[in-house]
């Protein structure tokens, strides 16, 4: 499984535009997008987007962000070309995934923020479809406590149900967003996670993983020259 990972675009269309090259260009089975697709942007613009990403033939995976409208966790297959994983799964390649959008609260009252018990109650609802040990949860928050959500002010920022959830579930891989400065890679239990940074600043990745969830590789990759 060859996928290309993206997420905080923040509506930056120069963005949505190299990470539709670079998908074409690596022959990747399917696009991730984990968030923050506008910036307080409307539904209709996020779908415009998708779309766009979908023009490249690959599946398109996706949650919303904190500053995405909540309507986009409501998964619209008439009008968008792209999987919601918000409390849902699926399968890519025989690889499975589930997502949570949105974010815990935050202090600047942001369109698309849920609880704690939310956020797990959305993960749960995704395992309905698909098992996901061995395979991907998408999240929008990070795990809480780890370096993937620690923000320039030295405050963690993340899910504490997002970090329970792989401890308990054992998936292999996270893929997150939302804390732009905490691009990284951290192992929390059996599951590799993975911030891929901001696309509006240039951040993305192409990241391989075998169909059993092992042998997880991660390529950064710049999108702008």
Same mark, same amino acid.
């Given at each position: 499984?060859?996928?290309?990972?993206?997420?905080?675009?923040?509506?930056?269309?120069?963005?949505?535009?190299?990470?539709?090259?670079?998908?074409?260009?690596?022959?990747?089975?399917?696009?991730?997008?984990?968030?923050?697709?506008?910036?307080?942007?409307?539904?209709?613009?996020?779908?415009?987007?998708?779309?766009?990403?979908?023009?490249?033939?690959?599946?398109?995976?996706?949650?919303?962000?904190?500053?995405?409208?909540?309507?986009?966790?409501?998964?619209?297959?008439?009008?968008?070309?792209?999987?919601?994983?918000?409390?849902?799964? %699926?399968?890519?390649?025989?690889?499975?995934?589930?997502?949570?959008?949105?974010?815990?609260? %935050?202090?600047?009252? %942001?369109?698309?923020?849920?609880?704690?018990?939310?956020?797990?109650?959305?993960?749960?609802?995704?395992?309905?479809?698909?098992?996901?040990?061995?395979?991907?949860?998408?999240?929008?928050?990070?795990?809480?406590?780890?370096?993937?959500?620690?923000?320039?002010?030295?405050?963690?920022?993340?899910?504490?149900?997002?970090?329970?959830?792989?401890?308990?579930?054992?998936?292999?891989?996270?893929?997150?967003?939302?804390?732009?400065?905490?691009?990284?890679?951290?192992?929390?239990?059996? %599951?590799?996670?993975?911030?891929?940074?901001?696309?509006?600043?240039?951040?993305?990745?192409?990241?391989?993983?075998?169909?059993?969830?092992?042998?997880?590789?991660?390529?950064?990759?710049?999108?702008?020259?």
């Amino acid at each position: 499984m060859r996928m290309f990972v993206a997420s905080d675009f923040h509506g930056t269309l120069e963005a949505v535009k190299a990470v539709k090259e670079f998908a074409m260009a690596e022959k990747v089975d399917c696009i991730v997008l984990t968030g923050d697709i506008t910036n307080f942007g409307t539904v209709n613009l996020a779908y415009k987007i998708i779309n766009d990403l979908a023009q490249t033939k690959a599946p398109v995976l996706y949650v919303p962000g904190n500053c995405d409208p909540p309507e986009l966790a409501n998964f619209e297959k008439e009008k968008v070309n792209g999987f919601c994983l918000h409390g849902r799964g %699926t399968r890519v390649k025989n690889v499975a995934f589930i997502g949570v959008g949105g974010s815990p609260p %935050t202090p600047f009252e %942001t369109p698309f923020e849920i609880t704690e018990k939310e956020i797990l109650e959305v993960l749960e609802k995704g395992l309905k479809d698909v098992a996901v040990q061995n395979g991907v949860v998408v999240s929008h928050s990070p795990p809480y406590g780890s370096s993937l959500d620690l923000t320039r002010m030295g405050i963690h920022a993340g899910s504490k149900n997002v970090r329970k959830f792989i401890t308990e579930k054992r998936p292999a891989l996270l893929l997150c967003g939302h804390i732009h400065e905490a691009k990284g890679v951290e192992k929390i239990g059996n %599951t590799t996670c993975i911030n891929v940074g901001p696309a509006q600043s240039g951040d993305a990745a192409i990241i391989e993983m075998d169909s059993v969830g092992g042998n997880v590789e991660y390529k950064p990759i710049f999108l702008f020259p």
